[in-house]
């Protein structure tokens, strides 16, 4: 539907709005109501902690997606508050990712910049005694909490006069307490319900350097407190984040009702994505890249984006992946053939055949002269206009292991002794004989051919096989590796254990001599092996690496 297409800057269309879900028919009846007196704006609040994965993949859509179909604005903010578990690596790459996801950000924030703002605000807060500063241990806050079935109980610092309380908040920034000593409570209900309103820690002390703001602080302010501030200096109109958050509004309208902000941005949740057969979150990731279990955040298995984009999947394939996935209130785990079966549409038509044997046999064709080569034509794609192209044939071939069998399943129409098949784009051959080594492994097989077969010339066809098989010529092929994939972990993610050590199968494979020159991120399909791309981090000049993207068939049903 042309509605659901976005126009990007440049006037080209998006074709990806995540368009119709419940968030927008909530901002459908703001706009009707005049809620804001401001665009419509929304934001992307990584954590600096680690690369963006497929999850974050749909909320990049979501954000910028409905920023863009209502012309409103879309921030890229770092949320950058906790000292701890950030790192400058992840930075330039979350917003490289983003870019080549294909979505611009109107603005690049830092959360950080904010920190002078959040201690004005906290100080407000201590002032109109809606906080105070508490001496009681992280245990004693905890025991104090209560728990599902019970209130909590009052601090016994909870009436503490408030120009003591921000005399004690001035001297923890001041660096005059230790880590743990004391913190910064709202003063909410301890009897509360939500045990997020239990008088929750705002701000603590952390002697810990800031990648943005260095030595400066040493009173960093805990997540909650922290993002409805952000949201609201950025006059964000639509927070939208995950359901885990959804017991955190009441305390996200809670901050922003105590510091009377005007129009305050308003909190929506949404399911979080899932996958089957993948390892996704970030702290899972980090392990297996930090024990050396796989080498790196953009291992083409991961569903990292960096991982994603090395392996060949397109932002197009992950854009229409998430408009499939859609919007809801509801957790689901996603089945990995969905998003194979968007990377699969979207190369279908974009990308040349080459013949490439993974795991090759040797074939003798006896009654084909020896030292004779002529050329055979094959189509570059099913698409006609994509032209055609010429291979070396001769004597000696390899084809697939898999492409012979000495006796025949049922239903085989491939090679066997005594078959006949095609070779794609050159002859009919039939088996006359294997070779076999000491443990009677076939390792070569003898055919001979019909001279009046080759393809495209009159009669080729005159007589019907039911097997065609790709093979390449010996005389002339290029040795290339090939990383064949499989599902990076067992259907049930529970942790980084789940992850299958023979998720990478390398090949040593024979292939066109074209494939030689092969650029990195050129892409193919190998015929009947499916969608390949040249690595761009192990290729060098002339010596190329091949991932697989995907492989042709799949189980999804749209
Ligand atoms: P993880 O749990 O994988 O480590 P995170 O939630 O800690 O991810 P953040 O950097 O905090 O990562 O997330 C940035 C934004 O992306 C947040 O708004 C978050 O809600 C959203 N997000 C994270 N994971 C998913 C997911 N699986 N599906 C949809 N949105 C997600
Ligand atoms: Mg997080």
Avoid at 52 to 64: D, R, T, W
Avoid at 65 to 79: H, M, P, Q, S
Avoid at 178 to 206: F, H, Q, W
Wanted: hydrophobic share 35%; proline share 5%; glycine share 6%.
């Amino acid at each position: 539907m042309a509605e659901d297409l976005i126009k990007k800057a440049d006037g080209t269309n998006f074709g990806t709005t995540m368009a119709g879900n419940f968030i927008h028919d909530i901002i459908d009846e703001d706009i009707k109501n005049q809620k804001y007196h401001r665009e419509i704006r929304t934001r992307f609040p990584p954590e600096p902690n680690g690369y963006l994965h497929i999850g974050h993949c749909k909320s990049i859509c979501l954000n910028a997606g409905t920023a863009l179909k209502y012309g409103g604005v879309f921030n890229l903010r770092y949320d950058d508050t906790n000292p701890i578990t950030e790192d400058e690596e992840f930075v330039g790459n979350i917003e490289k990712d983003v870019q080549w996801l294909g979505f611009q950000w109107d603005n690049l924030l830092f959360a950080s910049d904010y920190f002078d703002k959040m201690y004005e605000c906290a100080e407000k807060l201590i002032r109109d005694g809606n906080a105070y500063i508490s001496a009681e241990t992280a245990d004693e806050i905890k025991a104090g909490r209560g728990t599902l079935t019970q209130p909590g109980t009052n601090s016994p610092y909870r009436d503490r006069p408030w120009e003591e309380s921000l005399q004690i908040f001035h001297d923890m920034r001041d660096g005059k307490y230790a880590d743990g000593e004391v913190c910064l409570r709202a003063k909410i209900d301890m009897a509360s319900p939500n045990i997020n309103m239990r008088d929750p820690v705002i701000y603590r002390v952390l002697h810990a350097s800031h990648h943005n703001t260095g030595d400066k602080w040493c009173v960093y302010p805990m997540y909650d407190y922290a993002h409805p501030i952000e949201d609201a200096i950025e006059g964000i109109t639509h927070s939208i984040c995950t359901l885990e958050f959804e017991d955190h509004r009441p305390l996200y309208n809670w901050v922003l009702e105590k510091l009377e902000w005007p129009e305050p941005p308003q909190q929506i949740e949404f399911a979080k994505l899932g996958l089957t057969n993948t390892i996704m979150s970030k702290r899972n990731i980090k392990r297996l890249v930090n024990e050396g279990i796989i080498e790196s955040w953009d291992d083409p298995r991961l569903c990292t984006i960096a991982g994603m984009r090395r392996r060949g999947y397109t932002p197009e394939a992950l854009r229409a992946f998430c408009e499939s996935v859609g919007v809801a209130k509801a957790e689901n785990k996603v089945d990995y053939d969905q998003l194979e079966y968007f990377v699969r549409e979207d190369l279908k038509n974009k990308v040349e055949n080459r013949m490439v044997v993974l795991d090759p046999l040797k074939v003798v064709i006896d009654n084909y002269p020896e030292g004779k080569s002529e050329m055979c034509t094959l189509e570059n794609a099913a698409d006609p206009e994509k032209g055609t192209r010429e291979v070396s044939f001769s004597r000696e071939l390899w084809i697939e292991k898999e492409d012979f069998m000495e006796v025949p399943a049922k239903k085989y129409f491939r090679m066997f002794p005594g078959n006949e098949v095609r070779l794609k784009g050159a002859y009919f051959v039939t088996c006359t004989d294997v070779v076999k080594d000491a443990e009677g492994n076939v390792v070569e097989i003898h055919c001979t051919y019909d001279p009046d077969t080759k393809s495209g010339t009159p009669g080729a066809d005159s007589r019907k096989v039911k097997g065609t098989i790709h093979w390449v010529d010996a005389a002339t092929c290029v040795d290339i590796p090939v990383r064949n994939y499989t599902y990076l972990a067992l259907p049930d993610e529970t942790g980084y254990n789940h992850f299958d050590p023979n998720s990478r199968q390398d090949k040593a494979a024979k292939a066109e001599p074209s494939l030689k020159d092969a650029k990195a991120g050129d892409r193919f399909q190998f015929f009947r092996n499916g969608y390949y791309i040249t690595d761009t981090v192990l290729s060098k000049e002339g010596e190329p690496v091949f991932n697989q993207t995907v492989g042709l068939k799949s189980s999804y049903k749209k």
